[in-house]
């Protein structure tokens, strides 16, 4: 959404503890911040919001952020829907089928708060939420005759499919309010798309409206950069608090919102106690923490599985990012083969298949493939480089280019 961002501040040892951290985090502390995301940022389609305007008292943009940066709205319950349209290829469903399996625990459970969060990367969805504080939130996906519910109590994160009659059981800290998943709350992501309030940057209060019945600024980023995928990113502020209470990003080249997230409903009271309490159904399967291993590819005789595996990783962590503001282009070498372009190349079917999912492209860094959505592009490069960013793909080639 921002551009990427490093932090050359930070030594050695605490860049293993995050790494080691996130990597924990990807199964249960992150999924808990569908919470945030769900009951704070926010927006929804325009349809959703209060007919008519509010008449609220002129404020710069500078007073609204420094408003937003002051919100501290810790208890909160309401409905909240879900508009994510990257422009995926249509796979029939098969595009489904390898997130989940690729997110899922050793198990396959259902339960598993990663393998519900991909639901939310395409379609709309509706959520129910509550929090009350850091350490209790609650957050409610409602399915056709089935509900799925993400509960974080404390130390402990229960996840429940009703579906399957299946329970994920995990722990994490009781006080994640500086943890990674903060960056998903309603303030959280609005912090991060204000990172990218610098020279390449236009904000502007872009007028007043309604949002779940409480009056509500409207705050516009825009790109000054050419070349950006991101068209504007609105923020409805709660006028009165100063919490964000919509969020919607709309791509450079038109239509539809790419993420478009808000409360339909909110009330700021306690929730009630016993919202944030679970127990285990009668006859649920229960997978915990210490049963659910992530599925590893078993290397063939040569080991060449394992080691691709191993040299993405190292590849991660040599990430590096080209350019500045919302042109800002992250790159890697995976250290291994990349998608194998042209109809003559090798790679088999699986290789011809993930070939055709995009376009393919030459320049002086040689040859490679883009794959494309509304907001974010990647080439990969038959050397095995990935260049990928909020940028166009003729951005992405000129910067395989230049680092030739």
């Known amino acids: 959404m921002a551009p990427y961002e490093t932090d050359d501040s930070t030594d050695a040892g605490e860049r293993d503890e995050l790494r080691s951290g996130r990597r924990r985090a990807a199964r249960y502390i992150v999924p808990v911040t569908v919470v945030g995301v769900a009951a704070a940022t926010i927006g929804l389609v325009p349809a959703l919001a209060d007919s ?183 923020i409805a502020v709660d006028a009165k608090t100063g919490l964000p209470l919509k969020f919607t990003l709309t791509p450079a080249s038109g239509g539809a919102a790419v993420v478009d997230v808000g409360f339909t409903q909110l009330s700021l009271a306690k929730p009630a106690a016993s919202t944030f309490d679970f127990k285990t159904p009668k006859g649920a399967k229960v997978t915990t923490e210490d049963s659910a291993t992530e599925a590893v590819p078993t290397p063939d005789h040569s080991g060449k599985a394992g080691k691709a595996d191993e040299d993405f990783g190292k590849g991660l962590d040599d990430l590096t990012v080209l350019g500045k503001g919302w042109n800002s282009i992250a790159t890697f070498d995976t250290g291994g083969e990349g998608v194998p372009s042209g109809s003559s190349a090798g790679g088999g079917d699986l290789g011809g298949f993930l070939g055709s999912l995009g376009d393919q492209v030459k320049g002086d860094f040689g040859k490679g493939t883009v794959f494309s959505t509304r907001l974010v592009n990647a080439l990969v490069t038959d050397d095995g480089k990935v260049y990928v960013g909020a940028v166009t793909k003729s951005a992405l080639v000129k910067a395989a280019d230049a680092a030739k």
Not at 59 to 88: E, H, M, N, P, Y
Not at 126 to 131: D, E, G, I, K, Q
Request: proline letters at 4%; hydrophobic letters at 30%; charged letters at 25%.
């Open 52 to 234: 008519g305007d509010p008449n609220l008292p002129k404020v710069t943009a500078q007073q609204l952020i420094d408003k937003i940066a002051k919100s501290d709205v810790q208890r909160l319950s309401g409905t909240v829907k879900i508009s994510t349209d990257l422009g995926l290829p249509d796979l029939g469903g098969l595009e489904s089928s390898l997130m989940s399996g690729a997110t899922k625990s050793g198990d396959g459970s259902s339960a598993d708060p990663t393998t519900k969060l991909t639901e939310l990367a395409s379609g709309t969805h509706t959520l129910r939420v509550a929090a009350d504080g850091p350490d209790k939130q609650k957050v409610s996906l409602l399915e056709n005759a089935a509900e799925y519910s993400l509960i974080h109590n404390g130390k402990d994160v229960w996840g429940y499919d009703s579906a399957s009659n299946e329970v994920f059981h995990g722990t994490t800290a009781a006080d994640t309010s500086k943890s990674d998943e903060t960056r998903a709350t309603p303030k959280g992501l609005t912090d991060e798309a204000l990172k990218s309030v610098d020279d390449t940057t236009s904000v502007t209060v872009d007028g007043t409206e309604h949002v779940a019945g409480r009056d509500a600024y409207k705050l516009l980023i825009k790109p000054k950069q050419s070349g950006t995928t991101v068209g504007a990113i609105s």
